[in-house]
């Protein structure tokens, strides 16, 4: 009985996650389609396309989370195919911090009210592939302990750097990894072929790794601190 | 020796955080380093300016926080005394976000892709800074005042803060002014209290500002205690 409160208190925390967060992402569309309609202006809507495509991975993550509580060989399955599909999606995530760089282009807005905008969708889209990846590590780690858990968040942060770079650079999209994977591959390495071209690959995924596994650490840490204190005022 | 021993996680916690903001920050600046002397341009120096002063409410929230476990007249003359510093100061912590609008203005020196990380590094330090000195100092409201305090201290501080922002963004004054030139900031700001549908600009800005800090603070405040709520059910599963 106790394990059963305890469980709907978690799952409650979830709840309320999701609903922070499709609320961000409604607050963010509404300033978008404000802006629009106010300035007449057709600019900015991939970022409601791009928002969309963040919230993929959080979609996946939660089914393959859900699923592990069905019977043995299927939420193995759904995992191992799940978490799969799950990493060539989440670079759609951290991606979002990157439209940054279309503020160059556009000026049919303030400039300042763009910047918001453009700050709204970026976290909010940085939450999303944060709280995923949590859940991601969280599964990890209940079956193969803490250290593989990091190993994987660490691991996991630079194949999603590599893909942001794959997105922003040579125009790909996740399901093209599906649909086209050989193309890819030769298209990475023609790429690569110009040394201006492998100091910036190098460069880019390097600063883009450290970045988010800070981000990612900042979070997890606050989270423990919440935690440690919400102990410490507990009555006992 | 109990109280002692209950103390160490949350203390060790607040050690590590203050560690990697610290950590994060020489990064950034690494990168503006890095930057300024492959291309051999002054730009974006001011981050450095910028995030000195986003350390500011950082460093008192911590005093005030610590100075709360000091015999009684000595703890309420530090704590008030930091926690008015650290709410003039507040503003400067999300106001580097408002430095992305440099990059409407590119240079050919340097490719965009670079400065956008750079950018957002800067300006992530700045909202953490922020975030996590206003958590600190909500503890602090919570245990005199009580919960349903704390989070209206929380709204209020947020939207006094984010006026701030908009104070210094648009209308040029610094946390110092307050000291340095009084009657001339009062006036500004007490004009956009008074008619704030006369100051659309101010309106917005600080309405938007606010809803948007809030959300970051409330998820990342939830996310916390979700952390606790599955932690305590996987060690109940695994014992």
């Known amino acids: 009985m106790q394990t059963l409160l305890k469980f709907t208190s978690e799952q409650q925390l979830r709840l309320r996650i999701f609903v922070l967060l499709v609320f961000m992402s409604t607050v963010a569309i509404s300033m978008l389609v404000y802006r629009n309609a106010t300035m007449d202006s057709r600019e900015y809507r991939f970022l409601v396309f791009n928002l969309n495509l963040a919230w993929m991975p959080l979609i996946l993550s939660t089914i393959i989370y ?4 069905l019977p043995k060989p299927l939420n193995l399955l759904i995992a191992l195919g799940g978490a799969l599909l799950w990493l060539f999606f989440l670079p759609n995530a951290p991606y979002m911090l990157t439209d940054f760089e279309n503020l160059l282009k556009n000026n049919d807005a303030p400039i300042w009210y763009d910047v918001l905008m453009i700050a709204w969708f970026a976290w909010t889209a940085l939450l999303v592939g944060i709280y995923s990846i949590y859940q991601m590590q969280e599964l990890v780690t209940t079956y193969f302990g803490t250290v593989t858990g990091w190993l994987f968040t660490s691991s996991i942060i630079i194949l999603s750097s590599l ?3 794959l997105g922003r650079f040579l125009r790909w999209y996740s399901w093209d990894i599906l649909r086209r994977p050989e193309k890819i591959v030769t298209n990475v390495f023609e790429h690569l072929a110009s040394p201006q071209n492998q100091r910036n690959f190098f460069l ?11 981000v990612y650490v900042t979070f997890f840490l606050f989270g423990q601190l919440v935690n440690a204190n919400k102990k410490d005022t507990t009555p006992k | 020796m109990a109280n002692l021993f209950t103390m160490k996680p949350d203390e060790k916690y607040r050690l590590t955080l203050f560690l990697l903001l610290a950590a994060s920050s020489v990064m950034s600046i690494a990168v503006l380093a890095a930057r300024a002397f492959t291309s051999e341009s002054y730009r974006y120096l001011f981050l450095v300016w910028n995030l000195i002063l986003a350390w500011i409410p950082f460093l008192m929230a911590w005093v005030a926080y610590v100075s709360t476990r000091l015999p009684k007249i000595l703890m309420l003359l530090l704590t008030s005394g930091s926690a008015i510093l650290w709410l003039l ?11 992305f609008q440099h990059l409407a203005h590119p240079d050919a020196l340097v490719p965009v892709w670079y400065d956008v990380i750079m950018l957002i590094w800067f300006g992530w330090n700045g909202l953490l800074l922020g975030i996590i000195s206003l958590y600190f100092m909500q503890e602090i409201v919570v245990r005199m005042l009580g919960t349903i305090a704390g989070w209206i201290f929380v709204t209020l501080v947020t939207a006094m803060s984010s006026l701030g922002m908009y104070i210094g963004r648009f209308l040029r004054w610094n946390s110092w002014d307050v000291v340095g030139n009084p009657l001339p900031l009062a006036s500004d700001i007490l004009d956009r209290i008074i008619h704030p549908f006369s100051h659309p600009r101010t309106l917005t800005f600080t309405i938007l500002f606010t809803i948007f800090f809030l959300f970051l603070y409330v998820t990342l405040y939830v996310f916390g205690h979700l952390m606790n709520a599955s932690q305590e059910h996987s060690i109940k599963r695994s014992s």
């Open chain 1, 204 to 214: 880019y995924i390097g600063l883009l790794s450290l970045l988010s596994l800070t």
């Open chain 2, 89 to 99: 100061f507040l503003p400067n912590a999300p106001y580097i976000l408002t430095d």
């Open chain 1, 163 to 165: 893909g942001v770079y």
């Open chain 1, 66 to 69: 859900a699923s592990q509580s």
